[in-house]
Nanobody
Framework: QVQLVEHGGGLVQPGGSLRLSCVAS????????IGWFRQAPGKGREGVSC????????YYADSVKGRFTISRDNAKNTVTLQMNSLKPEDTAVYYC??????????????????????WGQGTQVTVSS
């Protein structure tokens, strides 16, 4: 079965950290650009961070730059989003997605994946005291 599964969401106090993992099964991630997206209640989808299949610099939305770090471990078929200094406005459902390589991985975050074939089911992140 081909799927992406997110792990690591939960409730954290402002200033805290969470580590989200996106694990692929049924296919290998190394060919694909991978993105983390989020959607808060009543808001549109936001591309948080995207990482290319190659050596390009990852993309980060301005809202998370300096606080979030994306990385990939192709041997483990996993992409991780380390989230530090969390703020209440980071509260959302976080999704990972895989897409065919983009000339500029920032486009994947800005426009979303060109295909809806590979999306995870989402994991809730709540930042609240």
């Amino acid at each position: 079965q081909v799927q992406l599964v997110e792990h690591g969401g939960g409730l954290v106090q402002p200033g805290g950290s969470l580590r989200l993992s996106c694990v692929a099964s049924g296919f290998t991630l190394d060919y694909y650009d991978i993105g983390w997206f989020r959607q808060a209640p009543g808001k549109g989808r936001e591309g948080v961070s995207c990482i290319s299949s190659g050596d390009d610099e990852p993309y980060y939305a301005d809202s998370v730059k300096g606080r979030f770090t994306i990385s990939r471990d192709n041997a483990k078929n996993t992409v991780t989003l380390q989230m530090n200094s969390l703020k209440p406005e980071d509260t959302a459902v976080y999704y990972c997605a895989a897409d065919d390589p983009h000339p500029d991985v920032a486009n994947m975050c800005a426009l979303g994946p060109r295909s809806d074939e590979y999306w995870g089911q989402g994991t809730q992140v709540t930042v609240s005291s």
